[in-house]
């Protein structure tokens, strides 16, 4: 199985600052077709996650141009220009090139 | 409205079976994977099992796999999660979630959660 390893696993930030999440997989996440499945999801308490990021770099319709996702085959990021109130929560990477499709642990976002 | 409509959880004795439902509304749900994540109190997101919409091809997590079966009605628009012998770890909210697009992950339910206890 993919193994996604997430850090920090807090982060926190001063609201205007930017801040930056990673993520490592075990192996690459290129599939066969091309395309890296590769998502970016954001939880607030006691909601169900959304997607903000799908397939890397591509932002979820509705998601605001200070998320930005980057990255390739192993290492991924995502960053936050400027951190607003509402960004605080739980992000998760996730993988679905290789079933059992996985998720990193989380990193917490919170204001300081 | 694009929905994802989980029922049928609530509390279970262990070793008793259990059926989750997920209903889509606002939408078909086709040619992709659907798929069940789950999250234990205060803890992570865990991908249990998913199915292919078009052929029924399925996969599990291991801590599942031969106890959890996936299953999908086209006709209906739905997904179900058969839980046989289910464990006080399996303790979970348990979130159905469909691809609009390969991979995508994109339509989440509001999650319905399953206890396991004695």
């Known amino acids: 199985d993919v193994v996604m390893t997430q850090s920090p696993l807090s982060l926190p930030v001063t609201l205007g600052q930017p801040a930056s999440i990673s993520c490592r997989s075990s192996?690459?996440?290129?599939?066969?077709?091309?395309?890296?499945?590769f998502n970016w999801f954001h939880q607030r308490p006691g909601q169900s996650p959304r997607r903000l990021i799908y397939?890397?770099?591509n932002r979820d319709s509705g998601v605001p141009d200070r998320f930005s996702g980057s990255g390739s085959g192993t290492d991924f990021t995502l960053k936050i220009s400027r951190v607003e109130a509402e960004d605080v929560g739980v992000y998760y990477c996730?993988?679905?090139?290789?079933?059992?499709?996985?998720f990193g642990g989380g990193t917490k976002v919170e204001i300081k | 409205e694009v929905q994802l409509v989980e029922s049928g959880g609530g509390l279970v004795q262990p070793g008793r079976s259990l059926r989750l439902s997920c209903a889509a509304s606002g939408f078909t749900i086709h040619g992709y994977a659907v798929h069940w994540v789950r999250q234990s109190p205060g803890k992570g997101l865990e991908w249990v099992s998913g199915?292919?919409?078009?052929?029924?091809?399925?996969g599990y997590v291991d801590s599942v796999r031969g106890r959890f079966t996936v299953s999908r009605d086209k006709a209906k628009n739905s997904l179900q999660l058969q839980m046989i012998s289910p464990r006080p770890d399996d303790t979970a909210m348990y979130y159905c979630?469909?691809?609009?697009?390969?991979?995508?992950?994109?339509?989440w339910g509001k999650g319905i959660m399953v206890t396991v206890s004695s």
């Open positions: 192996q690459s996440l290129v599939h066969s077709d091309g395309n890296t499945y």
């Open positions: 199915i292919f919409w078009n052929n029924g091809n399925t």
């Open positions: 979630v469909a691809e609009t697009s390969p991979g995508g992950m994109d339509v």
């Open positions: 397939k890397v770099s």
């Open positions: 996730m993988q679905a090139t290789h079933w059992p499709l996985t």
